[in-house]
């Protein structure tokens, strides 16, 4: 099994920033990609932003320019950069990792709950 622990959610203002960090753990593993989505009261959870191992980026439309992932493959850590936060922003997030021919992975998702 592969554990998922994220870190760094909270409370912030609007044009704030926060930094959110995802940890794997567990047997060993190779990772392909990992990823951050969010969940929205009353909304489906969304793409935010993806990373592969060799540090190639994809964001949602959203958070362009203000969002940044980065990854640590010594550390198994990625990392979400959240500049100009907005009260929009304001979800659970949740990392994920791809590893090659299995499912996916989730962590149990960190709270940033931006106000206006």
């Known amino acids: 099994q592969v554990q998922l622990v994220e870190s760094g959610g909270g409370l912030v203002h609007a044009g704030g920033s926060l930094r959110l960090s995802c940890a794997a753990s567990?047997?060993?593993?190779?990772?392909?990609?990992m990823g951050w989505y969010r969940r929205a009261p009353g909304k489906q959870r969304e793409f935010v932003a993806r990373?592969?191992?060799?540090?190639?980026?994809k964001y949602a439309d959203s958070v362009k320019g203000r969002f940044t992932i980065s990854i640590d493959n010594a550390k198994n850590t990625e990392y979400l950069q959240m500049n100009s936060l907005r009260p929009e922003d304001t979800a659970v997030y949740y990392c994920?990792?791809?590893?090659?021919?299995?499912?996916?992975?989730w962590g149990q998702g960190t709270q940033v709950t931006v106000s206006s």
């Open positions: 990373i592969t191992s060799g540090g190639s980026t």
């Open positions: 567990g047997r060993p593993f190779n990772i392909y990609a």
């Open positions: 994920n990792i791809e590893l090659p021919s299995e499912s996916d992975y």
